[in-house]
């Protein structure tokens, strides 16, 4: 079969891929940030007259309701009957008519777009307070299980990076014929298997843990079918499945594709289940909840496509620099020049998306030391530092001269290790870093959340819009827009009104968040301010065919 050939359906099958994984990413619709709780009613410590029919928890993003997630207790601690469920961003609590007087605990737990947990606590009281009141329910994530999720999200990077990046490495990087150098193909293929056999036991693992740990549930849960019910229809189950079946695919294919007699699916087909192994780990995630969807997503993508091929590529040379591969030092040092020549992109390409995917989800330098993400990220950047530092010094100081110098190839082949070995605790921290979130978690709302709404009754067309924005302060904030007409009736209009904020004063936007229509002439959306100033928050509303005044609120931000 003709190379060129080959490789035109090679390089087809990996954007077929790859776009179908980015493609059903982008079809669901995104959050804009890890769900923080922005609004209640009751609010967190009110004194009703009456018992409430409902209560109603209001987030920044859509949410879903953890199995027993949700829970109403007396002042005593009993636990009282209730009925919960997830509508868009809120949750609203169905509770008896007939409450006693006294004060009650409301204990939740949800989960956000990005897979999260978020849990907290708000007491209210009936006719008056009760004298003494039982503590709120302790978080019950267990220690164990969040450790356990952590160690298998590593395993997971690493084992998927690393058979992804060794497909890459012997089909397009290696300096050697088909069927050449039978022993370090032989190698090659035996790590590739035992990588793709632990990251595959480790996304079996992860399926039922990652439940666990979502909802704050003990090891007893195992034995519940409507556990497993849920587990097994989750978005990391999909995210398993896929890996499963690119990591398959990609090591069932590619000793075929290096052999010599090349057959004519085998190239493609290796390429293409490592490219659907590898994105298969943007299926969930941080970056699932940030926008716009488009760069977000697509710089994720790329960030780890771009971290398969240099960690695969660096157990590659590892595997060729050995003294037993069989190879010459003159086709060990054409490989390592042309990893080297791609690295120099990888490296380019792996600080920007990661640049990228750090100002999107944290928002702000202060995140980068006051929140565990922030902290996790810069241990992660400070070895990313000391492994181009490495790259360079192979690359300029010990390739040129290991033809001519046996010295200098003992020296590349330690040096190589050493980055290898970093490499892994890199990735080790990656699936420290994908387990935490990157906002910290608020039990209630901020004391402030009402007085700094800001409030807007502004005239649309021969009608009106009003909008509230909370609680009005750096980060997200939840806009909620009502549409009235002339007569002061909810306003239907002809398409879903469009959001714009920007920062004029200092060249900031126009960004785009979604609007979710929560009832007739009722909008949702959360809208990032990441930034003290003056936003201009614009609203576009086409009443009619020919007709779509824009509205623009200025909105105070206050760090």
Same mark, same amino acid.
Request: overall charge neutral; hydrophobic content about 50%; proline content about 7%.
């Given at each position: 079969?003709?190379?060129?050939?080959?490789? !035109?359906?090679?390089?087809?099958?990996?954007?077929?891929?790859?776009?179908?994984?980015?493609?059903?990413?982008?079809?669901?619709?995104?959050?804009?940030?890890?769900?923080?709780?922005?609004d209640t009613d009751p609010r967190d410590g009110t004194v009703l007259e009456e018992p409430p029919a409902r209560l109603t928890?209001?987030?920044?993003?859509?949410?879903?309701?953890?199995?027993?997630?949700?829970?109403?207790?007396?002042?005593?601690? %009993?636990?009282?009957?209730?009925?919960?469920?997830?509508?868009?961003?809120?949750?609203?609590?169905?509770?008896?008519?007939?409450?006693?007087?006294?004060?009650?605990?409301?204990?939740? !737990?949800?989960?956000?777009?990005?897979?999260?947990?978020?849990?907290?606590?708000?007491?209210?009281?009936?006719?008056?307070?009760?004298?003494?009141?039982?503590?709120?329910?302790?978080?019950?994530?267990?220690?164990?299980?969040?450790?356990?999720?952590?160690?298998?999200?590593? *395993? *997971?990077?690493?084992?998927?990076?690393?058979?992804?990046?060794?497909?890459?490495?012997?089909?397009?990087?290696?300096?050697?014929?088909?069927?050449?150098?039978?022993?370090?193909? #032989?190698?090659?293929?035996?790590?590739?298997?035992?990588?793709?056999?632990?990251?595959?036991?480790?996304?079996?693992?992860?399926?039922?843990?990652?439940?666990?740990?979502?909802?704050?549930?003990?090891?007893?849960?195992?034995?519940? %079918?409507?556990?497993?019910?849920?587990?097994?229809?989750?978005?990391?189950?999909?995210?398993?499945?896929?890996?499963?079946?690119?990591?398959?695919?990609?090591?069932?294919?590619?000793?075929?594709?290096?052999?010599?007699?090349?057959? !004519?699916?085998?190239?493609?087909?290796?390429?293409?289940?490592?490219?659907?192994? *590898?994105?298969?780990?943007?299926? *969930?995630?941080?970056? !699932?909840?940030?926008?716009?969807?488009?760069?977000?997503?697509?710089?994720?993508?790329?960030?780890?496509?771009?971290?398969?091929?240099?960690?695969?590529?660096?157990?590659? &040379?590892?595997?060729?620099?050995?003294? $037993?591969?069989?190879?010459?030092?003159? #086709?060990?040092?054409?490989?390592?020049?042309?990893?080297?020549?791609?690295?120099?992109?990888?490296?380019?390409?792996?600080?920007?998306?990661?640049?990228?995917?750090?100002?999107?989800?944290?928002?702000?330098?202060?995140?980068?030391?006051?929140?565990?993400?922030?902290?996790?990220?810069?241990?992660?950047?400070?070895?990313?530092?000391?492994?181009?530092?490495?790259?360079?010094?192979?690359?300029?100081?010990?390739?040129?001269?290991?033809?001519?110098?046996?010295?200098?190839?003992?020296?590349?082949?330690?040096?190589?290790?050493?980055?290898?070995?970093?490499?892994?605790?890199?990735?080790?921290?990656?699936?420290?870093?994908?387990?935490?979130?990157?906002?910290?978690?608020?039990?209630?709302?901020?004391?402030?959340?009402?007085?700094?709404?800001?409030?807007?009754?502004?005239?649309?067309?021969?009608? $009106?819009?009003?909008?509230?924005?909370?609680?009005?302060?750096?980060?997200?904030?939840?806009?909620?827009?009502? &549409?009235?007409?002339?007569?002061?009736?909810?306003?239907?209009?002809?398409?879903?009104?469009?959001?714009?904020?920007?920062?004029?004063?200092?060249?900031?936007?126009?960004?785009?968040?979604?609007?979710?229509?929560?009832?007739?002439?009722?909008?949702?959306?959360?809208?990032?301010?990441?930034?003290?100033?003056?936003?201009?928050?614009?609203?576009?509303?086409?009443?009619?065919?020919?007709?779509?005044?824009?509205?623009?609120?200025?909105?105070?931000?206050?760090?």
């Amino acid at each position: 079969m003709d190379l060129s050939r080959a490789v !035109r359906g090679a390089v087809a099958f990996v954007v077929a891929a790859v776009a179908g994984v980015v493609l059903m990413l982008a079809s669901a619709t995104p959050a804009t940030a890890h769900a923080v709780i922005v609004d209640t009613d009751p609010r967190d410590g009110t004194v009703l007259e009456e018992p409430p029919a409902r209560l109603t928890l209001t987030f920044n993003e859509p949410v879903q309701v953890v199995p027993d997630g949700i829970a109403l207790l007396d002042a005593a601690g %009993s636990t009282i009957p209730i009925t919960a469920g997830a509508v868009d961003s809120r949750v609203e609590i169905a509770v008896p008519g007939d409450l006693d007087d006294g004060t009650y605990v409301v204990s939740w !737990r949800v989960t956000s777009g990005d897979t999260h947990p978020v849990a907290g606590a708000l007491t209210f009281s009936v006719g008056a307070p009760s004298t003494s009141v039982a503590a709120a329910p302790a978080d019950p994530a267990s220690p164990a299980v969040t450790v356990l999720r952590q160690v298998a999200q590593a *395993v *997971v990077y690493a084992g998927t990076l690393g058979v992804g990046g060794l497909v890459a490495f012997e089909l397009l990087l290696l300096d050697a014929t088909p069927g050449a150098m039978p022993t370090l193909r #032989r190698r090659l293929q035996r790590t590739r298997r035992l990588l793709a056999t632990c990251a595959g036991a480790a996304l079996l693992v992860s399926v039922p843990v990652t439940a666990l740990w979502q909802g704050g549930r003990g090891a007893s849960a195992l034995v519940d %079918s409507s556990f497993w019910r849920a587990s097994l229809t989750s978005e990391s189950a999909l995210a398993a499945f896929l890996g499963l079946t690119g990591l398959a695919v990609a090591v069932l294919a590619c000793p075929r594709a290096g052999s010599a007699t090349r057959a !004519r699916w085998p190239l493609p087909a290796a390429l293409g289940g490592a490219a659907l192994a *590898v994105t298969s780990l943007s299926v *969930v995630g941080h970056t !699932r909840t940030f926008g716009p969807v488009w760069l977000v997503l697509g710089a994720d993508v790329l960030h780890v496509v771009v971290g398969a091929v240099w960690f695969g590529g660096i157990v590659g &040379l590892c595997l060729l620099l050995s003294r $037993s591969s069989g190879a010459s030092a003159q #086709r060990a040092a054409r490989t390592v020049v042309r990893f080297s020549g791609v690295g120099a992109w990888l490296v380019l390409a792996l600080a920007l998306t990661g640049i990228l995917l750090a100002w999107r989800i944290l928002g702000s330098l202060d995140a980068l030391l006051t929140t565990g993400y922030g902290r996790t990220l810069l241990v992660k950047v400070g070895l990313a530092l000391v492994l181009v530092v490495i790259a360079a010094w192979n690359r300029y100081l010990l390739v040129p001269h290991i033809t001519s110098d046996p010295v200098g190839l003992g020296r590349l082949r330690r040096t190589v290790a050493t980055e290898a070995v970093l490499l892994v605790v890199l990735l080790g921290v990656t699936g420290v870093l994908v387990s935490q979130s990157p906002v910290p978690a608020s039990a209630t709302p901020p004391e402030s959340a009402a007085p700094r709404s800001q409030v807007f009754d502004e005239p649309l067309g021969t009608g $009106s819009l009003q909008a509230r924005v909370t609680p009005g302060a750096l980060g997200i904030n939840s806009l909620e827009l009502t &549409l009235l007409d002339a007569d002061g009736a909810p306003l239907e209009p002809v398409a879903l009104p469009e959001v714009r904020t920007t920062q004029a004063e200092l060249g900031i936007g126009p960004f785009t968040p979604t609007l979710t229509r929560t009832g007739p002439g009722t909008y949702l959306a959360s809208i990032d301010l990441p930034l003290a100033g003056t936003w201009d928050v614009a609203v576009s509303v086409r009443t009619s065919t020919y007709d779509n005044p824009v509205v623009s609120l200025p909105v105070e931000v206050v760090s």
